[in-house]
């Protein structure tokens, strides 16, 4: 048996995504990006594992991702992997944080949501 020492939670944002305003926000496609890279000499990769966890959601927003366990409520006030949005909105983000440098020093694309 293995022991309890903390909680996980899953919670389910089909809903909350269901009723949620998309962003347009367009991706890059992975062969679109493979054709950018292919002339390229130097490759390096960054590993954005808690970059949605950077992310802050606003304030009135946060009451929409509210939920409710035996000890009380939470609520998120960072983006979490879920929301249909999240993908998108960080990639908007970090193209506006490297846009001097998109297209001529690197590129900026998501291959794991």
Same mark, same amino acid.
């Given at each position: 048996?293995? $022991?309890?020492?903390?909680?996980?939670?899953?919670?389910?944002?089909?809903?909350?995504?269901?009723?949620?305003?998309? @962003?347009?926000?367009?991706? $890059?496609?992975?062969?679109?990006?493979? &054709?950018?890279?292919?002339? #390229?000499?130097?490759?390096?990769?960054?590993?954005?594992?808690?970059?949605? @966890?950077?992310?802050? =959601?606003?304030?009135?927003?946060?009451? #929409?991702?509210?939920?409710?366990?035996?000890?009380?409520?939470?609520?998120? #006030?960072?983006?979490?992997?879920?929301?249909?949005?999240?993908?998108?909105?960080? @990639? #908007?983000?970090?193209?506006? =944080?490297?846009?001097?440098?998109?297209? &001529?020093? =690197?590129?900026?694309?998501? &291959? &794991?949501?």
């Amino acid at each position: 048996m293995r $022991p309890l020492n903390g909680w996980r939670v899953c919670t389910d944002y089909q809903k909350l995504n269901a009723w949620t305003e998309n @962003n347009h926000f367009l991706m $890059p496609f992975m062969d679109q990006m493979f &054709d950018r890279l292919a002339l #390229k000499g130097w490759y390096c990769f960054l590993d954005s594992y808690s970059g949605y @966890n950077q992310i802050s =959601i606003a304030p009135e927003d946060q009451e #929409k991702k509210t939920f409710t366990f035996p000890y009380g409520t939470f609520a998120f #006030k960072r983006m979490r992997l879920g929301f249909c949005n999240t993908p998108f909105t960080f @990639n #908007k983000c970090m193209m506006s =944080i490297f846009s001097d440098m998109v297209e &001529d020093t =690197i590129e900026v694309f998501m &291959d &794991d949501f």
